[in-house]
């Protein structure tokens, strides 16, 4: 998956729970995003970002918070306020923020319990 | 929002033949983009046209893009049953920072 690690594969989050999930790359990359995928749907833009230190806010960010403190981890954490957050959950990076070619890792499998 | 809307959502052939999948999308664009995507994986990057292009090739891919009707085609040659895979088109806009997806084209190529 090009060099991009998301953890874990599958995650299960009790009502009222944050959970955060992981997202790794070692390509050296700027740009980094969080997609969220819904069955048989296109993907969502939840937020991205092109720098360290700097992220903005996609269609579909309540709920949701990410942070960008080292140009290689972008993580993503769902809220409680997502009420509605069982989704395949896929992150992406692109060398630059001129939107070339975007990098996927395997994406995470969020349910509730 | 989405950006690209995908057409026909489903497309079954049979192995040998060939798919055409088309993309429509709203704004104008910098480059446009077509991936694959195997069921419970994440996306793999086919191929990137840019605005000033009208046709690209690779290997089986052929896309062309017409920005004058904003949509853009893939065409896979002499499919194949490895081939099955959802297929989606994205599209980024000259004042954003971001790629946005359509809903894409589900193909079953049957052997």
């Known amino acids: 998956d090009g060099g991009i690690t998301q953890s874990p594969k599958y995650l299960f989050r009790k009502e009222g729970q944050n959970v955060t999930l992981s997202c790794e790359q070692n390509l050296n990359h700027d740009a980094m995003y969080w997609y969220r995928q819904d069955p048989g749907q296109g993907l969502r833009l939840i937020y991205y970002?092109?720098?360290?230190?700097?992220?903005q806010k996609g269609d579909i960010a309540e709920g949701y918070s990410v942070s960008r403190e080292k140009k290689e981890s972008f993580p993503l954490t769902v809220t409680s306020a997502q009420k509605n957050p069982t989704a395949f959950y896929l992150c992406a990076s692109s060398g630059t923020a001129t939107n070339e070619k975007l990098f996927f890792g395997s994406g995470t499998q969020l349910s509730v319990l | 929002s989405q950006q690209g809307e995908e057409d026909p959502q489903a497309l079954s052939i049979q192995e040998g033949e060939n798919a055409t999948m088309n993309c429509s999308y709203k704004t104008s664009i910098n480059n446009l983009q077509w991936y694959r995507q195997n069921s419970g994986r994440g996306l793999v990057h086919l191929i990137l046209?840019?605005?000033?292009?009208r046709e690209k090739h690779s290997g089986r891919l052929r896309v062309t893009l017409d920005t004058s009707k904003k949509s853009s085609s893939l065409l896979i040659t002499a499919s194949r049953a490895a081939d099955t895979a959802s297929y989606f088109c994205a599209t980024d806009a000259p004042n954003n920072n971001d790629m946005r997806f359509g809903a894409g084209t589900r193909l079953t190529v049957k052997p």
């Open positions: 970002s092109q720098i360290v230190n700097d992220f």
């Open positions: 046209i840019r605005s000033n292009e």
